[in-house]
């Protein structure tokens, strides 16, 4: 899963946060310039350079429009199956649909990787009926007609490329999982082949170098090669990840050594009694009408320093009523990515109502990792 820091949002729509990430400028500006430079004024000589800009500028926000249908059409597929998005963020290669938890089936997988490219193809072919009904009446439109029915169908050809995690990749991996029911070794079957298909891109984008003296595009290649090969490893590892922790439940992880504290007592309390001395991170807040709510180190630090004598507790804990519980029995993936979904970064272990211990993101993956190193 690809996490994308950086870039503003541009709104939403469907549900769906759209954001842009800053790198989305630097192929903006490239494709624009080369559009309105280079490939309308050699094809379409005669035109003014206002229009070959205007058109120029056109066209890219067309073809980025095309791209944000494509993982539009991934995202509602794939919520229809299931599968919630929480955001899309357009940057340098393309899009990316965030996607809160993985499928748990093979054929929602399936429906939702193939959305893409389809919708790319169909986008692909409104745009050749519009070259098709202005070619010889507008030029310039149908020579950006032209121009994005080419691009859609190169953007849905180059995603069906069967390495992970490229969308022909996933569709590859839903077939494995499908039939072989075994979704991890499906996933890194899907992602050793992702690496394959990324360094045939560097090799490909130095031999163009090489032997063609075609300075950007084989840097292009190389550089679309870069990126899929980190994006196919973080897959594997999370695949192996996955296997490793898998059968592992919430009462195996939590942690059952807290203090309770009532919610009266001020944040400077609490830090000098109890944090200082023991080096606990977080709290259970109750008192004698039962739970109330739990407290880490960062609902300590949304108060200002000078404010902890006078803070009580109760004020900067997340009270029980925002907090989603996890069942002793239930395993850590989902937890994860129930976490994830919620935007929280803890969650206490209920059974019959009473608390039995505290799970945070941070001490989950440090049981995960103590018990990775163990060997176990
Ligand atoms: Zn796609």
């Not at 050699?42 to 066209?59: D, E, K, L, M, N």
């Not at 944000?68 to 963020?89: C, F, Q």
């Not at 803890?346 to 103590?370: E, K």
């Amino acid at each position: 899963m690809l996490k994308m820091g950086g870039g503003f949002n541009l709104g939403k729509l469907f549900g769906i946060q759209f954001r842009l990430h800053y790198t989305w400028f630097i192929i903006f500006l490239l494709i624009t310039v080369s559009l309105s430079w280079q490939v309308f004024p050699v094809s379409y000589p005669g035109w003014s350079q206002s229009v070959y800009w205007t058109i120029g500028i056109v066209t890219s926000l067309l073809f980025f429009t095309s791209v944000l249908a494509h993982e539009l059409a991934h995202s509602l597929v794939g919520r229809v199956n299931g599968i919630p998005i929480k955001s899309i963020t357009l940057f340098i290669f393309g899009g990316v649909a965030q996607m809160t938890r993985e499928a748990t089936k093979a054929s929602a997988e399936f429906k939702m990787a193939a959305a893409g490219p389809a919708c790319s193809l169909v986008i692909g072919g409104v745009f050749a009926i519009v070259w098709v009904l202005t070619r010889g009446v507008i030029e310039p439109v149908s020579a950006m007609a032209l121009y994005l029915a080419y691009i859609n169908v190169v953007l849905a050809a180059f995603n069906l490329i069967p390495g992970f995690p490229l969308d022909g990749g996933r569709v590859f991996r839903s077939l494995m999982w499908r039939f072989s029911g075994n979704y991890q070794r499906s996933t890194r079957i899907a992602a050793r082949l992702g690496q394959g298909v990324a360094y045939a891109f560097v090799l490909g984008g130095i031999l163009i170098m090489v032997f063609f003296q075609e300075w950007i595009g084989g840097l292009w290649l190389v550089f679309i090669g870069w990126f899929l090969q980190n994006a196919a490893s973080a897959s594997y590892r999370q695949a192996q990840w996955q296997e490793a922790i898998h059968g592992i439940t919430a009462s195996q992880v939590m942690n059952s050594h807290y203090t309770t504290v009532p919610p009266n007592i001020t944040l400077k309390h609490l830090v000098e009694e109890h944090v200082l001395p023991t080096g606990q991170r977080f709290f259970l807040v109750a008192d004698e009408s039962g739970f109330k709510g739990i407290l880490t180190l960062r609902n300590i630090k949304s108060a200002a320093r000078p404010d902890w004598d006078k803070t009580p507790v109760a004020q900067v804990m997340v009270p029980a009523d925002q907090l989603k519980a996890a069942r002793p029995e239930q395993d850590v993936l989902s937890i994860m990515a129930e976490m994830n979904e919620n935007n929280i970064n803890q969650m206490p272990v209920v059974r019959d109502g009473q608390v039995i211990g505290l799970i945070t993101r941070d001490n989950l993956l440090r049981a995960l990792r103590t018990r990775t190193d163990l060997g176990m």
